[in-house]
């Protein structure tokens, strides 16, 4: 477990979907990372939270450990058959006959998207639980996830998008705020309007 503080994880966004039951079956027979016993799935109406329950006994039940957070959301899937679409990419005048309806169901989708404290809350077991989000970033077709974090004193960049790691790059540049430390902004503590 990461008692050492040495892994943090600095920025996350994630726009990451996939239906919820496949983030069901993904925990059937999912590697958890070390520190990390078990998660516990619970759904709150159309939120669904993936608590890390740790395996250091020493941690106190009042402790809150991370979670991930989806919202969940009912989707129509269309069943496009073969036949359908090999007549909607060919020519289209004269074909009087009337366009069939695809099949469709509705799917409750797990949606994982925002930022870091949307999505992963809370600091014990955190960057534990940033892994168990990477990989269910590989396993959701739709959706990215980029993220900053530590390890071991070095910060790795991390981007999957539609299942597949990309390459990342950490860029340092200067920011805005670093021009405004000259003295260019507003003083709030001499500010005569202000009593």
């Not at 990390?36 to 106190?60: F, G, H, P, Y």
């Not at 073969?82 to 509705?106: I, K, M, N, T």
């Not at 168990?132 to 990215?144: Q, Y």
Request: net charge negative; aromatic share 6%.
């Amino acid at each position: 477990m990461s008692t050492d503080n040495s892994s943090h994880v600095y920025r996350l966004h994630s726009t990451l979907e996939l239906p919820l039951e496949d983030v069901h079956e993904f925990f059937d027979d999912a590697a958890l990372p070390d520190g990390v016993e078990d998660v516990d799935i619970t759904r709150r109406n159309n939120t669904l939270i993936l608590k890390a329950v740790a395996q250091d006994k020493s941690i106190s039940k009042y402790t809150p450990t991370a979670q991930l957070k989806a919202s969940v959301t009912e989707n129509r899937v269309y069943e496009e058959p073969e036949e359908v679409r090999r007549r909607a990419s060919g020519p289209q005048w004269g074909d009087d006959e009337e366009e069939e309806e695809p099949e469709s169901e509705l799917v409750e989708f797990a949606a994982f998207k925002g930022d870091r404290e949307t999505v992963l809350q809370n600091t014990t077991l955190q960057y534990e639980m940033f892994l168990v989000l990477c990989d269910i970033a590989r396993e959701a077709e739709k959706g990215t996830l980029t993220a900053i974090t530590e390890k071991d004193g070095d910060l790795q960049a991390t981007r999957i998008v539609d299942g597949e790691e990309r390459p990342s790059s950490i860029e340092v540049v200067e920011g805005a705020g670093d021009s405004d430390s000259q003295g260019g902004g507003v003083d709030w503590r001499n500010n005569e309007f202000i009593s």
